[in-house]
């Protein structure tokens, strides 16, 4: 085995608000695997709430870069499970690196991951788009830009109900909210039924991660369906969420990759609850990612490279939201060099 890795920082069409700040570009990582001549790829961008920054998976990278390298690669997997001892405090990393070993895998076996799980690409539902926190006249002018049949709307702020009223005024596409834990029980428990009126499909993190006693009011209230993103990270969360919220949205960087990821899916039906997996602003690397998972899924939040103004590589493309598949094995990346 034998990796190479670089570093980007990726810029977005417009600057990506939410309820904790604003970015102009995405920093990421994108690693490569060479096994045997067969190159697998994977992807991680930082976020800066997390604590993870590119330059620390760098410096995990060179600290112990021949021991990523040493490991008898068979299955990812058991990849996954080596990789997550040698790096218990960064997740980023592992799912960069956990991603690549799928990649290799499914070219071993000369298929897309989604073949080798007998998944139905016909069942992975539509694709949101994301409208983050700007001017009313702005929000509304990004959504005409970008006409799509499911829209992901950032709130958590202040006059956010009045921005959702003026979005709906010129379109009947389904609405998500996000609040990103920006709102308190009592403003949930007002916002949520206007919500609903406005033909808001489901509200996604609306109070603080450990804001559990709150949680538990409000899931029991609540007239929309509540999916949990920042309460749950890791596969142990998964429970804790169980009568909090409705569902939960896995992310491929926080949870540590795509293995962990289908444990948490499987996990999360077993419960009764709904699954999305969302994305955090990844080029095509890491979408394609999400896109193996897409037909296990209720709803998929993959819109990373539509809000990026340059990508790295080619994977899935998307017509007005379904996820249009390539041909090529593993995890579909084209055209991608380090």
């Keep these: 085995m034998k990796l190479t890795y670089k570093t980007y920082s990726l810029p977005f069409h417009h600057p990506f608000t939410i309820s904790k700040g604003t970015k102009t570009h995405q920093p990421t990582l994108i690693v ?14 930082a976020i800066s709430y997390y604590n993870i920054p590119v330059e620390k998976m760098v410096e995990d990278i060179e600290r112990k870069k021949i021991f990523i390298e ?34 290799i895998y499914g070219k071993l076996k000369r298929k897309q991951l989604h073949e080798l799980w007998q998944l139905d690409t016909s069942k992975a539902p539509l694709t949101d788009f994301t409208i983050a926190i700007d001017s009313i006249e702005t929000m509304v002018a990004k959504m005409k830009e970008k006409p799509w049949p ?19 005024k010129h379109t009947d596409a389904i609405f998500r909210v996000d609040a990103n834990a920006g709102w308190t029980l009592e403003q949930a428990l007002q916002k949520i039924p206007v919500l609903k009126e406005l033909g808001v499909e489901l509200v996604e993190q609306p109070l603080a991660k450990d804001d559990w006693d709150g949680m ?18 890791a596969e142990t969360d ?7 919220f409705h569902g939960i949205n896995i992310k491929l960087t926080k949870c540590s990759g795509i293995t962990p990821a289908r444990r948490m899916i499987t996990k999360a ?5 709904q699954v999305m997996v969302g994305c955090m602003n990844e080029s095509s690397v890491g979408t394609a990612a999400i896109a ?21 590589g080619e994977s899935v493309k998307f017509d007005f939201g379904k996820i249009i598949y390539n041909q090529s094995p593993g995890l579909g990346i084209n055209n991608l060099s380090l």
């Design 32 to 45: 490569q695997l060479d096994f045997m001549g067969i190159k697998g790829y994977g992807e991680a961008p």
């Design 269 to 273: 039906k077993e419960l009764g609850m």
């Design 150 to 168: 499911v829209y992901k709307i950032k709130t958590g702020v202040d006059g956010d109900l009045e921005m959702v009223a003026a979005l709906r």
């Design 216 to 233: 538990k009011v409000l899931f029991e209230k609540s007239a929309l369906p509540l999916i949990a993103d920042e309460s749950c990270v």
């Design 70 to 103: 040493k490991f008898a690669f068979s299955d990812p997997e058991r990849y996954w499970h080596y990789l997550h001892h040698l790096f218990p405090n960064n997740s980023f990393l592992v799912c960069a690196l956990d991603m690549a070993g799928w990649d």
């Design 238 to 244: 998964v429970e804790k969420c169980l009568n909090h």
């Design 292 to 312: 193996q998972l897409a037909p296990m899924l209720n709803y998929v939040d993959m819109d990373g490279p539509l809000l990026l103004a340059e990508d790295i």
